[in-house]
């Protein structure tokens, strides 16, 4: 995943943070991270709550995170990353808003990155690169999948290579 960073970030490329839920306000934090640490252009629908709101209303739940990509002027040249924590299912109608999102991805020949709890799910099956964190305790996937979506996003934007920014509190130094 970072080497495909890498090359987005040397393309000057635009990385579409997607996720539900707590995955949702993950994707929040890590846009900023990615703009912020490694000047990467980072956008999340879920940011803009006024507009994800209105294309709920007038278009539905499951297009609304494709019809705002749509409005994204998406190019083969942008990466999109999916945080969640089963990734979606077709055959259950699970997450069918990022199963969407995946598609129209794959249809301008985006690259498409996953941090996911689940092996089996449509992002981990149709990414270009997922990490997927292993189920330790199968009564506890979701707090753990969230929980290291975090710790791998900041394992990403602070690798040398990615990084363009120092951190606050550690650049300060200790009297």
């Excluded at 449509?122 to 707090?143: G, Q, R």
Aim: aromatic residues 8%; proline residues 2%; glycine residues 8%.
């Amino acid at each position: 995943m970072i080497i495909e960073l890498e090359k987005l970030k040397i393309s000057h490329g635009r990385l579409f943070i997607l996720g539900v839920g707590g995955s949702a306000a993950n994707a929040s934090h890590a846009v900023n991270d990615f703009r912020k640490i490694c000047n990467i252009e980072s956008y999340s629908p879920t940011d803009n709550v006024s507009e994800l709101t209105a294309r709920i209303n007038d278009d539905g739940w499951e297009t609304s995170y494709v019809n705002w990509l749509k409005g994204c002027r998406l190019s083969s040249s942008d990466a999109l990353m999916i945080f969640s924590v089963g990734g979606g299912n077709e055959e259950k109608k699970i997450s069918q808003v990022i199963i969407k999102a995946i598609e129209y991805a794959k249809s301008l020949s985006m690259k498409v990155f996953g941090i996911v709890g689940r092996d089996g799910g449509y992002t981990a099956k149709n990414s270009d690169v997922c990490i997927i964190i292993p189920t330790v305790n199968s009564e506890h996937v979701t707090p753990h999948t969230e929980s290291l979506q975090a710790v791998i996003w900041h394992l990403l934007v602070s690798y040398p290579s990615l990084k363009s920014n120092s951190f606050k509190w550690e650049s300060i130094k200790v009297s």
